[in-house]
């Protein structure tokens, strides 16, 4: 099972989003001069990710963007350390660099890291950014650079000796582990959106847009859910996590360890939107 936890911020020129390090002027120029073409730091219109054209401004672009790329890294990123890297597992640092270039697409992708498996691993999710609309400057498009800063809590495989993962409502119990784990996550992540109490949400946080929470439980031998835990950024959206996921329906089956039900551990990083 994937355990995760990213923080991701962006810099567009000297603009930042979020409280990690971020990368110099002098670093981003270094960037810009490995193109023939010129770059722009200060842009009049920055580039849109696809579904957020309908925001007003640069800012809230820019916003929407960190939001929709975020919710890409959690969907695609693994985060099992490699079988042969030499790091320890735990919260790791990438540097992330690209380029949006006069079409909308990503180009020249640079990460650096404390290992070339976990490099590897954000080019690849990276390349999945999907054409966008190109930044403008006086009326024409414009390349322009990008960099983003990660956090991730990379972990051995949790389920190693789990022969059989627990198998929730509605997903086939003859699924591969792999299958399993995909459709249970799904599910659960449906369920909590649907019983989420979002108008409380929005009056918790009413300057934002969306928030995140890391949820964390164990299916125990019997396929219920106990030892329920919540981390956010306020604590009604961490108690509401709670309530919410101590409603969600006994597995059809527990996991298995050489055909004995065992106690599974699962954890998601789920981010809901207000809007």
């Known amino acids: 099972m994937k355990y995760f ?28 001069n490995k193109s023939e073409e010129k770059t722009y730091v200060v842009i009049e219109n920055v580039p849109v990710y696809k579904g957020c054209k309908k925001e007003k401004d640069n800012a ?21 350390l490699h079988e042969d890297s030499d790091i320890e597992p735990g919260m790791k640092q990438i540097s992330v660099l690209f380029q949006i270039d006069k079409e909308g697409h990503v180009i020249n992708i ?7 498996y976990l490099e590897a691993e954000a080019v690849r999710v990276v390349n ?27 972990t051995t495989n949790k389920n190693e000796g789990i022969t059989k993962y627990p198998v929730y409502r509605g997903c086939d119990k003859t699924s591969s582990n792999k299958a399993l784990e995909e459709c249970s996550k799904r599910k659960i992540m449906n369920f909590i959106k649907m019983s989420f109490d979002i108008e409380m949400a929005s009056r918790a946080l009413p ?7 890391l949820l964390e439980f164990t299916i125990n031998k019997k396929g219920k859910i106990e030892n329920v835990n919540a981390k956010a950024n306020h604590r009604a959206i961490a108690i509401e996590a709670i309530k919410v996921a101590k409603r969600l329906p006994k597995f059809k089956e527990p996991g298995l ?12 990083l789920m981010t809901l939107y207000f809007q």
């Open 5 to 32: 936890i990213f923080s991701v911020s962006f810099l567009l020129g000297a603009l930042t989003f979020g409280q990690d390090k971020t990368i110099s002027l002098s670093e981003l120029d270094s960037i810009t």
């Open 60 to 80: 809230n672009k820019k916003k929407c963007m960190s939001e929709k790329i975020a919710q890409l890294f959690q969907d695609n990123f693994n985060t099992e």
């Open 110 to 116: 640079n990460a650096k890291g404390e290992d070339e």
């Open 128 to 154: 999945l950014i999907p054409q966008m609309t190109p930044g403008m400057q006086k009326g024409k498009p414009v390349i322009v650079p990008y960099s983003l800063p990660l956090n991730v809590n990379v």
């Open 207 to 213: 300057l934002e847009r969306s928030t995140q929470f």
């Open 257 to 268: 360890w050489e055909g004995v039900a065992v106690e599974t551990p699962f954890s998601m």
